[in-house]
C-alpha cells in the first residue's frame, strides 16, 4: 500500500508541474505497470467521435491507434463513466479483437477506468494481462487506477485550459495588432477644428467593418469615402482594408467618383468572399467652390444641412460595391452634383443612428441631428460636432451595437478661406461647367492670383475642368494644364522675379478654341527677347518655350488694354 501512495503522490507531483502532459503518462503508465505487474497498458483521449492512444507501454508501442467512441471494452467504460476490470477479455461480448490481429497479441484480463472531470468526458487507462500472482486484477489494482486515472483526467483538463488561455491570448494580441493596422489605415481625428473634411470612428469590437477616408487631389479639391462592409468580426475587417486600400490607390487616378466606385466593385467582386458587400459613399468636393460631386453605392442616405437648417437626405443611386455587375447592369454609379453653399454633408453608417443614447433608446434621425444643430449653434467646429454624436453613443451605458462611423464636409466661409490662404484671398468666379447643357461661350473662369507658386494649383484645377469640359482627352488635358503652369511659373519667376503682384486669368471659349489669356502687372518685357533655347543646347532650363508653342496652336504676346504689365494669349482649337 505504502508504494500505491508514494506512486500517486509522485505522479501527481509530475502532473500538476509538467508542461509536456503527454511525456508524464507514459512515464506514469510505466510506473503504474510495473506495481500492478501488467504486461502493458495504454492512454486514450476522446477526441470527436475517436478515442485516440496518447501514450504507452509494453511491448507494443500503439501510440496512434484510433478506436470509434463506444467500441471495445475501453469505449464502453468512456461511454458510461463506469471502471472495468474483466478477467477473460476473449469471452467479453464487447472485447475489440481487431488490436489482437492487427498486432499479433493476445489480450487475456483488462483493467480500465475512465477518465473524467465533472461531466467532461476526457479519456481512459487501460491496463492489459496481469502476469503475475493469479494473473487476475484485484480490487486494489482498480483503486489505484481510479486515483491515477483521477489525477491524470485534472492534468489533462488543466493542460488544456492553459492552453486555450494562451491561444486566446494570442487571439487577443492579433487582433490587437489587427485594430491597430485598421487605425493606421484612417486619417487621425486629431486634427485642427476648422479642417472641412474630418470623421470620426468608433468600433463596436476590436476590429471594425467602417472606414472613412479623405485626402487632398493634384489640383486642391479632396477626395472623400465612408463605407460599411456587411458582417462582423475579421472576415470584414479583412475586406474593408481591401476596398480602403482600393480607394486610395485608384482614387488618385480616377477622379469621378462614379467610375471610381465601379472599378472597385470589379474588384472586390474578383476576391471577395460570397454574400458580402459593401455600402459605400465617394465623392470629390472642391473648397474653393463649395460644388461636391456624390456618388452612392447602397449606402445610408448622406443629409444635406442647408444654412437654412434643414435636412435634406440624399438617397442610394447603385447597389452596393460586390454584388457582381451581371445582376446590376454594370456601368458608374450614377452621381450627384451638390453646391454646400456654406452648408454641410454629414455621412454615416447604420451604427450612428441606431446606436442607444440611453439604455433601450436609439439616437434616431432626429436626435443625430438634433445634436449636430446643438453642436453648430454652440459654435463647435466639424470634428467636435461628429464627436459629440459618437461620444453621446458611447456614454449611453450600452454597449455599441455596431460600428459608429461619421463623416463630414463643411463648406462654411471660414473654413474656405482658410484652405486657400489668407494671405492669397483670391477672386474667383468658376461656372459650373458640367452642368451646362450647350457649349460655352464666352469666360470659363476668370480670377486673379498672387504670382506665387502655391497659387498654381489652383490655375491647374481650372485649366483642366475647362480643358475637359471642352472636350479634350485626358492626355490633351494632362498637356493644355503643363502649358499653362510652364506660362505662370515664367510669370513668377522672370517677369516678376524677385518683386511681387498679382496676375489675372482668364480661361475662355471662343470661336472653336480654347484660349487662355495671362495677365501680370510686371515691368513689361521685351517679347523679342523671350526665344527658346535651341534643342542642341544640353542644359538645365529653356526648354519650357518649346514646350507651350508644341501644345498650343497659337502662343501670342498682346499690348495689355491699359498699357500696363504683360498679357499672354494661348490657343487651342477644339476637337471638332
Not at 482668364?506 to 523671350?530: K, Y
Request: with cysteine; hydrophobic share 40%; net charge negative.
Amino acid at each position: 500500500m505504502s508504494d500505491q501512495l508514494e506512486l500517486l503522490v509522485e505522479m501527481g507531483r509530475h502532473f500538476a508541474a509538467t508542461q509536456d502532459i503527454e511525456a508524464t503518462m507514459s512515464r506514469a503508465l510505466e510506473r503504474i505497470s510495473e506495481l500492478m505487474g501488467a504486461q502493458g497498458g495504454a492512454l486514450f483521449v476522446l477526441e470527436g467521435d475517436h478515442l485516440v492512444c496518447h501514450a504507452s507501454h509494453g511491448p507494443i508501442d500503439v501510440v496512434g491507434l484510433t478506436i470509434e467512441k463506444g467500441k471495445g471494452i475501453i469505449g464502453r467504460s468512456v461511454s458510461n463513466n463506469v471502471s472495468e476490470m474483466v478477467w477473460d477479455a476473449q469471452s467479453d461480448p464487447s472485447f475489440y479483437s481487431e488490436f489482437d490481429k492487427q498486432f499479433d497479441f493476445t489480450t487475456r484480463s483488462i483493467l480500465c477506468a475512465p477518465m473524467s472531470v465533472k461531466d467532461e468526458r476526457i479519456g481512459a487507462i487501460e491496463m492489459v494481462n496481469k502476469s503475475t500472482g493469479d494473473g487476475l486484477f484485484n480490487q486494489d489494482d482498480l483503486t489505484l487506477l481510479e486515483a491515477l486515472a483521477a489525477s491524470a483526467a485534472l492534468a489533462i483538463s488543466n493542460a488544456r485550459m492553459a492552453g486555450e488561455l494562451a491561444e486566446r491570448e494570442v487571439m487577443r494580441r492579433e487582433l490587437q495588432l489587427a485594430a491597430e493596422i485598421q487605425r493606421g489605415l484612417l486619417p487621425s481625428e486629431d486634427i485642427e477644428a476648422d479642417t472641412p473634411v474630418c470623421g470620426v470612428n468608433r468600433p463596436a469590437r476590436i476590429v471594425s467593418g467602417d472606414f472613412f477616408d479623405h485626402f487632398a487631389l493634384y489640383d486642391g479639391r479632396i477626395a472623400f469615402t465612408l463605407a460599411d462592409v456587411s458582417g462582423k468580426g475579421m472576415n470584414a475587417a479583412l475586406l474593408m482594408a481591401k476596398t480602403a486600400s482600393l480607394f486610395r490607390c485608384l482614387g488618385k487616378e480616377d477622379l469621378r467618383p462614379g467610375r471610381l466606385l465601379q472599378r472597385i466593385n470589379a474588384e472586390v467582386c474578383e476576391t471577395a468572399m460570397r454574400g458580402m458587400f459593401v455600402t459605400m459613399v465617394a465623392g470629390v468636393y472642391d473648397p474653393a467652390t463649395g460644388r461636391l460631386v456624390l456618388a452612392n453605392a447602397g449606402h445610408e442616405p448622406p443629409l444635406v444641412h442647408g444654412t437654412d437648417g434643414r435636412f435634406t437626405a440624399l438617397s442610394a443611386g447603385a447597389p452596393p460595391v460586390g454584388i457582381p455587375p451581371e445582376l446590376t447592369g454594370g456601368g458608374p454609379v450614377p452621381e450627384e452634383v451638390l453646391h454646400l453653399g456654406g452648408g454641410a454633408l454629414y455621412i454615416f453608417t447604420d451604427g450612428a443612428t441606431e446606436g442607444y443614447v440611453a439604455p433601450g433608446k436609439e439616437l434616431g434621425a432626429d436626435g443625430f441631428q438634433e445634436i449636430i444643430r446643438t453642436g453648430q449653434s454652440g459654435g463647435l467646429g466639424p470634428q467636435a460636432r461628429i464627436a459629440g454624436v459618437a461620444d453621446a453613443l458611447c456614454a449611453s451605458g450600452e454597449a455599441l451595437r455596431d460600428d459608429v462611423t461619421i463623416l463630414v464636409i463643411d463648406d462654411t466661409e471660414p473654413l474656405k478661406r482658410r484652405l486657400v490662404g489668407d494671405q492669397m484671398a483670391p477672386s474667383i468666379e468658376l461656372q459650373d461647367m458640367a452642368a451646362q447643357d450647350q457649349p460655352i461661350e464666352g469666360s470659363l473662369c476668370a480670377m486673379t492670383l498672387p504670382a506665387r507658386a502655391e497659387s498654381l494649383c489652383m490655375v491647374r484645377r481650372a485649366v483642366g475642368q475647362a480643358s475637359e469640359t471642352c472636350g479634350f482627352n485626358k492626355e490633351q488635358c494632362q498637356d493644355l494644364v503643363l502649358a499653362v503652369d510652364e506660362a505662370c511659373q515664367n510669370v513668377i519667376r522672370h517677369a516678376y522675379a524677385d518683386s511681387e503682384g498679382d496676375m489675372d486669368i482668364d480661361i475662355r471659349r471662343e470661336n472653336g478654341s480654347l484660349v487662355i489669356l495671362i495677365r501680370d502687372f510686371a515691368p513689361q518685357v521685351d517679347v523679342q527677347a523671350i526665344q527658346p533655347r535651341d534643342l542642341d543646347d544640353v542644359r538645365p532650363g529653356g526648354l519650357g518655350v518649346h514646350f507651350i508653342r508644341e501644345v498650343m496652336d497659337d502662343v501670342e504676346h498682346l499690348p495689355p488694354p491699359d498699357g500696363q504689365g504683360n498679357l499672354l494669349r494661348l490657343k487651342k482649337a477644339l476637337k471638332v
